[in-house]
C-alpha cells in the first residue's frame, strides 16, 4: 500500500491558484491517484483521479508526472467556500486493498 | 438517486451503554464502507462488508465493535457498552463496486457523544 505526504496545512487569498503536492514514492504500476474534498462536519467527496500526465474536470486539475511518485492537485481561482481538508490517496486496481485516508491538507481561503 | 443516508446524524450516549448507527447505502451500491474520524484527524477505516459478508475489518477494535450489512435494510455499525474514547464521527461510504474504482460516496456521518 502506497504511503501518501502532503502538507498539513496552506493558506491562500480568493482568486489565486492552489497547488496541493502528494508525494507517493512507493506508487505501485496498478495504483491510481485520487483526490478527496471534506468540509467542515460532512463526509468526503470524490474530485478527482488520474494515472499520468492531467487530468481536468469542472472542480480541478491533477497533475501527474511520469516517474507518478507525486502528483498536484490545482484548484483555479479558488473561492472561501473552497475551504477544506484535501486528502490524496492512493488506489490500486490490482487485488482488493482498504480505501485509506491520510490526514488531508488542510486550505484555509482568505478573503 | 439519494446519497448514502445516515442515521441519526448526532447520538448522544453514556458510558455503558449500546450505540447503533445506520447507513442506507446509494440505490444500487452493494459495497459499503465505516469509517472513523476524531476531532482535527483523518478518517481511520473499520471495516468493508458486501451485502451478508464482511470482507475486511481489519480496523475494527476488537472488542465491542461490530458491524453487518444484512440482505435487506441498512448496515449497522454497533458499539457496545460506549465509553468516551469512542466519541467521534462515524462515516458510511458506499460503491457500486469493489474499492479498487477509488470512488466512494460518503454519507454525512453520525455524530456519537459518549457522556
Known amino acids: 500500500l502506497a504511503k501518501t505526504t502532503q502538507p498539513i496545512s496552506m493558506d491562500s487569498y480568493e482568486g489565486q491558484e492552489v497547488n496541493i503536492t502528494c508525494s507517493h514514492n512507493?506508487?505501485?504500476?496498478?495504483?491510481?491517484i485520487t483526490w478527496y474534498q471534506q468540509f467542515p462536519s460532512q463526509g468526503p467527496r470524490f474530485i478527482i483521479q488520474?494515472?499520468?500526465t492531467k487530468v481536468t474536470n469542472e472542480v480541478a486539475s491533477l497533475f501527474i508526472p511520469a516517474d507518478r511518485k507525486s502528483s498536484t492537485l490545482s484548484l483555479p481561482r479558488v473561492s472561501l467556500s473552497d475551504t477544506a481538508v484535501y486528502y490524496c490517496l492512493v488506489v490500486s486496481s490490482g487485488g482488493y486493498q482498504k480505501v485509506t485516508f491520510g490526514t488531508g491538507t488542510k486550505l484555509q481561503v482568505i478573503p | 438517486n439519494a446519497g448514502v443516508m445516515q442515521n441519526p446524524r448526532h447520538l448522544v450516549r453514556r458510558r455503558g451503554q449500546e450505540a447503533r448507527l445506520r447507513c442506507s447505502p446509494m440505490?444500487?451500491?452493494?459495497?459499503v464502507y465505516w469509517y472513523r474520524q476524531l476531532p482535527e484527524e483523518g478518517l481511520k477505516f473499520m471495516v468493508y462488508?458486501?451485502?451478508?459478508?464482511?470482507?475486511?475489518e481489519s480496523g475494527m477494535p476488537k472488542e465491542r465493535f461490530s458491524a453487518e450489512f444484512p440482505k435487506e435494510g441498512p448496515s449497522i455499525l454497533r458499539i457496545q457498552q460506549v465509553v468516551r474514547g469512542d466519541s467521534a464521527a462515524y462515516f458510511c461510504a458506499s460503491s457500486p463496486r469493489g474499492p479498487d474504482t477509488g470512488e466512494l460516496f460518503f454519507g454525512e456521518g453520525s455524530r456519537l457523544t459518549v457522556l
Open positions: 488520474g494515472y499520468k
Open positions: 462488508l458486501q451485502k451478508e459478508n464482511i470482507i475486511d
Open positions: 440505490k444500487g451500491h452493494s459495497h
Open positions: 512507493n506508487i505501485a504500476t496498478n495504483d491510481y
